[in-house]
C-alpha cells in the first residue's frame, strides 16, 4: 500500500510539473509575442521551464524507475488537459459587408 501512495504522489508531482511547464509556455507566448524582444522571453522561459521539469523529474523519481514513469505520466496527461483548455486560437472571419464597411 505504501509503494502504491508513493506513486500516486509521483504522478500528482508530474502534473504539478506540467501545470508550470505547459502554463509557463502559454504564458510565454502570450507575453512575447507582444514584447519588443521576443526572443529573450522565449529563450529565458524554455530555460526556466525544463531546468524546473528536470529537477523535479530527478527528485519526485530518487533512482526509481517506476516514480519516475508515474511522474512522466501526470506531466503527459497535464499536457492534454492544458491542450484542452487552451485550445486552438479563435480565428475571426470579417464577412464581405463588413470588410466594405471599413474600406470606405
Known amino acids: 500500500m505504501n509503494e502504491m501512495l508513493t506513486l500516486a504522489l509521483a504522478g500528482v508531482a508530474g502534473v504539478v510539473l506540467g501545470a508550470i511547464f505547459f502554463g509557463g509556455l502559454w504564458w510565454t507566448v502570450r507575453k512575447g509575442v ?57 480565428e475571426q472571419h470579417n464577412s464581405p459587408a463588413e470588410a466594405s464597411r471599413h474600406a470606405t
Open 34 to 90: 507582444l514584447s519588443k524582444q521576443p526572443a529573450l522571453w522565449f529563450i529565458g522561459s524554455l530555460l526556466a521551464r525544463v531546468s524546473i521539469a528536470l529537477t523535479g523529474f530527478y527528485f519526485v523519481s530518487g533512482g526509481h524507475w517506476d516514480r519516475m514513469l508515474a511522474c512522466v505520466f501526470g506531466f503527459v496527461i497535464t499536457h492534454f488537459i492544458v491542450t484542452r483548455l487552451t485550445g486552438p486560437p479563435v
